[in-house]
């Protein structure tokens, strides 16, 4: 048995280090350790909570957003302040705006050289590339010239023997499996993509100001409408708003989607491989009728345990025993001793670092190994993200979610148990992706409607001054992040912040075992994953990667 | 400061050429890229002959204690758009975001940067690097932040610290901060350092310092803090869009109320704009689309040191260390200045009867003086 | 004729403050009450409501111009009398405001027991300034150029005058504009203390001691008891 190390995994946000153990061609055990924390939760310690969304915000820039949306959730919670409409669909609208920005950034720039060989895409055929690009896609840019263009410069760039960013990749492993035109197709689209990100996230900056980081408020949000003022917004603005959203619709039906089925079939051997957990837990957002209404929830809540798709759980993040935070291998401790669970509103944050002294070869993983916290629900290891968002919108049987899976499926030929699955991560990652493109349509279409109707009310400011708060509050705000179920958790003591914690996707999925050695999902998805050449663990990083890890988020 | 580098490779005028441009276009080219970058015509031959002499720089990035949204801002310019920087401008040879490489295979590429490219390449730093407990709280590949960034800054032409983060401790050196987040200026200290703050900052502020590095080989202008002039040299308040009403008088009161609506000034909700010196009311963001107080949100004054620990976001003055979120100077001021009415009663009154005595006197004299004046 | 009579008698005028220290002060206070006021707007700017356009009133910027004059009128006001403290006449000397002996020391122990804490009682001695009014003056001018520094320091930012751009490295030594600005909106409350304290005193010496010192920065001149005259000649020749 050998232990191989990849550190730094790359392509993700943030720094994660795995420790895999090979044996005979395949993943044996494995270890997943975030290794760099920078304490946030202690930091909001005594600030005042409306600042906290700009504070939380800055937990990660590539989720940009969702932590200051929780956080207002959070507070307005704990303050008991109702958003105005307007506010809830410009929110919903931000949201909306992140996911196709991350997914699609996921899919090709994190995720796709997983997949693509970009050394490979030299030797397509570009006539044929293009014959294959028009017959998956009506995307315009698919003609012999393009495809051919494309080539030139890239050979050249490769000639130049600086090949920057793709210096060193797994290029001819054995486990790249598709035809060189697809390769192409591949590469045209990271370079498309990468044009197009840009585009998407400019409904950012029209409601927030800026992308990365944009701006919220607790009670609403900050950008008035004045219908008959340059300055605030105006139809200039929401015609803007308007044509990026068609404009993320269509790249999205064209290129992300087609791109998926086409590389899918040459992989569908994953759809048998890094499964994992089979749990899975989603808080559900998008409120069609406020945030305190779950049932007008667009991605509904609920857990399902065993992969049985027949129950769903409800989900209480108020209940003492459901959400559960363990530590007895992470690198904090606990005043009432390492191996209890501390339901969030009770948290703690001590740092205690008992890991190996710098430079270390390998952490010592019967101990203490990562400074990820273990969250747990109802004592269960849950998987968040977008495979669980669709399996519980397609348990509930929600149509928009039976529609879109039944139909990957049948394209690909699979039955539903391939989701549960590398492949399946990856899948519902775009199935979701599309029908949130067409869900920011209506929520656009909404806020339209409420304005014509003569509501211009962007936020209830009732609240916003200490004086009217009680002497204590607490507060739960939730959402689905791109990368799975967030909760921020807070407790205001006079009008200051006393607690803090945030429960983050990424510390579900990637974090270290619990006191009863229960493996979370990461570890666990990686187990029997079969590794052709340890030397260049490509399987490895195809199933990691299927989760788009952020470990800024995770350890905050 | 020298070219920065000049390797025996195809220069930007091989390449514009070999693409099918004429001279003519590339000329064009270069005199667009001059007034970008606010140059007199003379700057045309300038930029002409640096494209025609220079190579694809290497660019090696590291992250440390950060949220990646650096690289997420950076990839957001539009002019240049990162397509074409990433292809054909540098050689970004080193960064955990995008590099398809990884483990010990990134570490290999990037020990090769730094030994063929040994004084030539470009560092640029995102995040902080913590120092508390030997640096453990930061650890790649086994190893410290702070031991990969002395290694990595030894062979650099030139440091760029991007981001808040990188050039003042952004939110991690917040108060208390607990892992002795630290920027990068207070630990490489013999080298040339470019400080880019805001969190982040502009996409097409970073993407117009490394094309400024590239097209000239030096380094652009710095002010007093080391910042590009080009970009920082004003604040937010200069040229707001809602100057006008800071003239006028015109506030804000509460967020979403009537001024508001109409566009008022926010330095009442808490604008940090008159105090922080960043581009984004001249060059807006996401290619102009807009910035925070367009979008009425006050300036949090993200690219200014310490500005986490400057006070609450709402309030316009900031508050004191020490005294708690909830007192500024002005509820500092007035309660001296109550206490010291009532002192100066006290002492009035203890004047009064202590001094009685002397007071009398020259009362008595007075009325002495008096009486001899009717005589 | 009885003692207070004599004593009446032998009030000597002396002429301590000349023309310029006067213009001066008077200059200075205005200035200052000036600053202060606009100053505090400047900080706290009330909620006017103005259904208007934004071109038809500039009050606010009407009110930083006058803070803006008056700053420069306080600045070479406050230079000149730098200068004077060499020039002028002896109790307008620097040495006034600078401990730079015991019996400066010594006197300004005297004045805390006699005047402020009043343990004994009686009068205090000195002609021009005494030593403890003196030393205070010395940390208000300190605080002057505080206050000159501060916020040339922030003027740099919006004016390419000359005397602005002589203060461009104030804001990156204190760590930027943020900082600049706490300190120089705190360092208001200064001035407001000192002049509250400050005529609240000069009231009281008038009152306690009856030498005509509310006028005599009116005129310059105040009016000393012959004892007194003489004791402080013989001191100064001492
Ligand atoms: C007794 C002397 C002074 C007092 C009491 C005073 C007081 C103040 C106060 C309270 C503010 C508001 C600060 C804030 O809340 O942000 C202010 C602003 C300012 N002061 Fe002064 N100040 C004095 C002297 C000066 C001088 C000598 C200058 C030199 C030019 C100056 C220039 C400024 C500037 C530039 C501002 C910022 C105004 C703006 O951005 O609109 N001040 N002052
Ligand atoms: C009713 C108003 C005032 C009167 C009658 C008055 C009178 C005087 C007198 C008699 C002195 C000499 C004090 C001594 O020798 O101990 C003096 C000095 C001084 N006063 Fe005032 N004062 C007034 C208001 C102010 C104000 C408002 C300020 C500014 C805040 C001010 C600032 C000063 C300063 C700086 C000196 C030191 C002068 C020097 O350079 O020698 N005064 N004042
Ligand atoms: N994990 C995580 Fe996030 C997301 N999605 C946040 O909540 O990435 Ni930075
Ligand atoms: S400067 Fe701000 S945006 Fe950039 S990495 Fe730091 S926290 Fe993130
Ligand atoms: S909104 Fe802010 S930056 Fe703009 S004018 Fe008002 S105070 Fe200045
Ligand atoms: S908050 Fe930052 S983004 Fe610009 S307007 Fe202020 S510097
Ligand atoms: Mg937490």
Redesign the interface.
């Known amino acids: 048995m050998s232990r191989i190390?990849?550190?730094?995994?790359?392509?993700?946000?943030?720094?994660l280090r795995i420790e895999a153990d090979i044996q005979n061609g395949k993943v044996e055990n494995a270890y997943s350790s975030g290794?760099?924390?920078?304490?946030?939760e202690?930091?909001l310690k005594?600030?005042?909570p409306?600042?906290a969304w700009?504070?939380v915000g800055?937990?990660?820039?590539?989720c940009?957003s969702v932590h200051s949306l929780a956080s207002c959730r959070a507070v307005e919670d704990a303050l008991g302040i109702t958003i105005p409409p307007n506010a809830e669909m410009v929110r919903n609208l931000m949201f909306c705006t992140q996911y196709m920005h991350d997914h699609v950034v996921h899919f090709y720039?994190l995720h796709a050289?997983d997949w693509v060989d970009?050394v490979d895409s030299l030797k397509a055929d570009p006539k044929k590339t293009s014959e294959i690009a028009q017959s998956i896609s009506s995307y315009p840019k698919s003609s012999p010239g393009y495809f051919s263009d494309l080539q030139k410069?890239?050979k050249?760039?490769v000639e130049?023997?600086?090949?920057?960013?793709?210096?060193?990749?797994?290029?001819g492993h054995a486990a790249y499996k598709l035809p060189s035109e697809i390769n192409l197709i591949g590469l045209a689209h990271y370079?498309e993509a990468?044009?197009w990100?840009?585009e998407i996230?400019?409904i950012?900056?029209?409601?927030?100001?800026?992308?990365?980081?944009?701006?919220f408020?607790v009670?609403?949000?900050?950008?008035?409408?004045?219908i008959d003022?340059?300055?605030?917004i105006n139809a200039e603005r929401l015609a803007?708003v308007q044509q990026l959203l068609y404009q993320a619709r269509d790249f999205i039906n064209q290129v992300y989607i087609p791109d998926l089925l086409a590389i899918a079939p040459y992989y569908l051997d994953w759809g048998g491989i890094g499964g994992g957990l089979g749990n899975y837990l989603v808080y559900g957002d998008l409120p069609d009728n406020g945030y305190s209404d779950t049932a007008s929830y667009r991605f509904p809540a609920g857990a399902i345990l065993n992969k049985d798709l027949s129950k769903v759980y409800e989900v209480d993040l108020r209940s003492d025993s459901e959400v559960q935070e363990f530590i007895s291998n992470s690198w904090y401790t606990y005043a009432g001793g390492d191996s209890v669970g501390l339901h969030p509103w009770k948290g703690e944050t001590k740092?205690n670092?008992t890991?190996?002294?710098?430079?270390?070869?390998h952490l010592d993983v019967e101990q203490k190994y990562s400074?990820l916290k273990t969250p747990r629900w109802k004592g269960n290891a849950m998987e968040v993200g977008p495979l669980a968002r669709v399996l519980v919108g397609y348990a509930r049987g929600k149509e928009e979610f039976k529609a879109a899976v039944d139909s990957v499926l049948s394209v690909l030929k699979v039955p539903a148990a391939a989701l549960f699955s590398t492949l399946g991560r990856t899948a519902a990652r775009a199935i979701e992706s599309q029908i949130i493109a067409n869900w920011a349509i209506d929520f656009y279409d909404k806020l339209i409607q409420n304005i014509k109707n003569g509501d211009?009310?962007?936020?209830d400011?009732e609240k916003?001054d200490p004086k009217k708060w009680p002497a204590k509050a607490t507060g739960v705000g939730h959402t689905e992040a791109p990368r799975g179920a967030l909760g921020h958790w807070i407790v205001i003591e006079d009008?200051?912040i006393a607690n803090y914690q945030l429960v983050v996707p990424t510390t579900w999925n990637a974090s270290p075992r619990d006191a009863k050695g229960q493996m979370s999902a990461y570890e666990s998805a990686l187990l029997q994953t079969p590794i052709a050449n340890p030397e260049?663990?490509l399987e490895i990083?195809r199933t990691i990667h299927s989760f788009d890890p952020c470990l800024?988020c995770a350890v905050h | 400061m020298a070219q920065i580098t000049t390797i025996g490779r195809k220069t930007y005028y091989d390449d514009i050429i070999e693409k099918g441009y004429s001279r003519r276009d590339f000329m064009k080219f270069c005199a667009m890229m001059a007034a970008y970058l606010g140059l007199e015509s003379s700057g045309v031959a300038q930029v002409a002959q640096a494209l025609q002499t220079q190579h694809r720089v290497p660019v090696i990035w590291l992250h440390f204690q950060e949220c990646t949204c650096c690289s997420e801002s950076f990839i957001r310019s539009s002019h240049p758009i990162v397509a074409d920087i990433l292809l054909d401008k540098l050689s970004l040879d080193y960064t955990e975001t995008l590099m398809a490489a990884s483990g010990h295979q990134a570490e290999v590429a990037k020990a090769k940067t730094m030994k063929d490219y040994y004084g030539e390449y470009i560092l640029c730093v995102e995040g902080t690097v913590p120092t508390d407990n030997n640096g453990v709280y930061c650890c790649i590949g086994g190893r410290t932040a702070e031991d990969i960034l002395k290694e990595a800054a030894a062979g650099a032409k030139a440091l760029i610290a991007w981001g808040s983060c990188a050039c003042n401790g952004c939110v991690q050196a917040a108060y208390p901060n607990p892992t002795s987040a630290t920027p990068i200026h207070k630990i490489i200290t013999d080298k040339p350092i470019i400080r880019v703050p805001g969190c982040p900052p502009i996409g097409e502020v970073m993407a117009g310092v490394l094309v400024h590095i590239i097209t000239f080989g030096t380094l652009p202008e710095l002010d007093g803090a080391k910042r590009p002039k080009a970009f920082y040299s004003k604040r937010v308040h200069d040229t707001c869009q809602r100057r006008a009403f800071y003239d006028a008088g015109l506030f804000v009161e509460t967020f979403d109320d009537e001024n508001a609506k109409k566009g008022y000034c926010l330095y009442k909700v808490g604008c940090k704009g008159p105090m922080t010196y960043n581009a984004c009311s001249v060059t807006r963001w996401n290619n102009g689309v807009s910035y925070p107080i367009q979008s009425g949100h006050g300036c949090i004054g993200c690219s200014e040191d310490n500005y986490w620990d400057a006070g609450p976001l709402y309030r316009r003055m900031q508050t004191f260390p020490g005294f708690g979120i909830e007192s500024n100077a002005d509820e500092i001021g007035i309660g001296a200045a109550v206490l010291t009415a009532g002192g100066l009663a006290a002492h009035a009154i203890a004047t009064n009867i202590r001094k009685n005595k002397l007071i009398e006197d020259l009362i008595t004299e007075g009325k002495e003086s008096e009486k001899e004046l009717k005589k | 004729m009885n003692d207070l009579a004599m004593h009446f008698k032998h009030l000597r005028r002396v002429f301590v403050w000349e023309l310029p220290v006067r213009v001066y002060h008077w200059i200075n206070a205005l200035a200052i009450v000036v600053l202060c006021v606009t100053g505090f707007i400047i900080g706290n700017p009330p909620g006017i409501m103005f259904g208007g356009e934004a071109h038809e009133s500039y009050w606010f910027g009407t009110v930083r111009f006058l803070h803006f004059a008056s700053a420069y009128i306080f600045l070479f006001n406050f230079l000149f009398r730098l200068y004077w403290g060499f020039v002028g006449n002896k109790y307008a000397n620097w040495k006034n405001f600078i401990p730079t002996n015991r019996r400066f020391f010594k006197e300004m122990w005297e004045v805390l027991k006699i005047d402020i804490l009043q343990i004994k009682s009686g009068e205090h001695l000195s002609v021009g300034h005494n030593a403890l009014a003196g030393f205070i003056y010395f940390l208000t001018f300190i605080a002057f150029a505080v206050q000159c520094i501060t916020g040339f320091g922030l003027y740099a930012a919006m004016s390419h005058s000359l005397i602005a751009r002589m203060f461009v490295w104030v804001s990156p030594f204190l760590g930027g504009d943020f900082a600049l600005r706490r300190w120089h909106h705190a360092a208001m409350w200064f001035f407001i203390l000192f002049a509250m304290v400050h005529v609240y005193l000069v009231f009281y010496h008038d009152y306690v001691e009856g030498r005509g010192e509310i006028s005599s920065m009116g005129g310059g001149w105040k009016f000393i008891e012959e004892e007194v005259f003489e004791e402080q000649n013989s001191k100064t020749s001492a």
Request: hydrophobic share 40%.
């Open positions: 190390v990849i550190d730094p995994i790359t392509r993700i946000e943030g720094h290794t760099m924390v920078r304490l946030l202690e930091i005594g600030r005042d409306r600042d700009a504070f800055r937990v990660c820039g590539v940009t720039h050289m970009v410069r890239v050249k760039f130049s023997g600086q090949l920057g960013i793709f210096a060193n990749g797994y290029w370079l990468l044009e990100q840009k996230v400019k950012h900056t029209i409601f927030g100001g800026k992308n990365p980081h944009p701006n408020l009670g609403g949000m900050a950008c008035s409408i004045g003022d340059v300055s605030a803007y740092l670092y890991g190996p002294k710098p430079p270390y070869e400074f211009t009310r962007m936020a400011m916003f009008s200051k260049q663990p990083l800024a």
